[in-house]
C-alpha cells in the first residue's frame, strides 16, 4: 500500500511518515512522484478543501495512468478559527489580509480585532481535516482540534504562522513557545494524523493490501463526517 500525501511541505511529511509508517509500505508526497498539479480550493469547510485536493489528485493519477490499486491520496487543510471573529480567518488563513502579508502583521491585526475580548472570549482553535481518497473511490475524514486563547502579545519563535498567538493556558505558553517536538504530539494536526492511523489500520491485509471494500473490517467509531459534526 501506497500514501501519496499532497503537500510540498517537508515538516509536514516527517510528522506523517512518523505517525503513519506501519501503514504504508511508503509515504511519498505528490512532488516525489513528479506531480505539480494544484487542485482548486474552492471549499466552504476544512473537510470541503481537504476532500477537492485529495480527489483532484487522484483524478490527475487515474488520467496520467499512475495510480496502483492500493493507493491512497492524502491531503490536508488547516487554519486558525477564532471565536470572536465568527470562525475567522478559518479556511482564509493563509490568505487572510493577503497571501503575501507576514505574519507578524497578520497576528497583530488578530490581537487588535481581539482588544476588547477578555477571558474565555478570547477562545480560538486551530483544525486540521485530512481526507484520504482510495484509489477504488473510498473517501474517509478525520478531524483534529488543538484549542487555547488568543495572546495579548505574540510570543515564542518556534513553529510558524499564528503559533505565536495561541496561548496554552495548561502550558502557561504559546504554541510558538513550546519545543516542536512537543506541539507536534497534541497539535490539530497530530491529532487527525493519530485518528487517521487507526482508521487505516484495520483496512490494511498483513500482506501490506488495502482490504477491498466488500470485505472491511467493521469499524468501532464512524468515519469522521462534517455533517456528523459533534455540536
Ligand atoms: P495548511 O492547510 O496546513 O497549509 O495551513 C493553512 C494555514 O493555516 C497556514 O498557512 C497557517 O496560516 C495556518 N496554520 C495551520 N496550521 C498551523 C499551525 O500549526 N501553526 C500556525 N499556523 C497554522
Known sequence: MRIIFATH????????????????????A???????????ETGKTFAENAEQKAVGIREYMLKHD???DDDIIMSDDSGLCVNYMLGMPGIYSSRY???????????????????????????????????AAFADGRIYHTEGIFEGLIAKEPKGENGFGYDPILYLPEYGKTSAELPPEEKNKISHRAKALHQMHDLLLPMVSADGHVVPQDKEVALSEPPFREDRRPQ
Open 9 to 28: 511541505n517537508k515538516n509536514k511529511m516527517k510528522e506523517v511518515r512518523a505517525i503513519l509508517s506501519d501503514v504504508a509500505d511508503s509515504i511519498v
Open 30 to 40: 505528490k512532488s516525489e512522484l513528479g506531480i505539480d498539479f494544484e487542485p482548486a
Open 97 to 131: 489580509l493577503g497571501e503575501d502579508t507576514s505574519y507578524d502583521i497578520k497576528n497583530a491585526r488578530i490581537i487588535k480585532e481581539l482588544q476588547y475580548a477578555e477571558g474565555d472570549e478570547r477562545a480560538a482553535h486551530f483544525t486540521c481535516n485530512i481526507c
Open 66 to 68: 499512475m495510480l496502483e
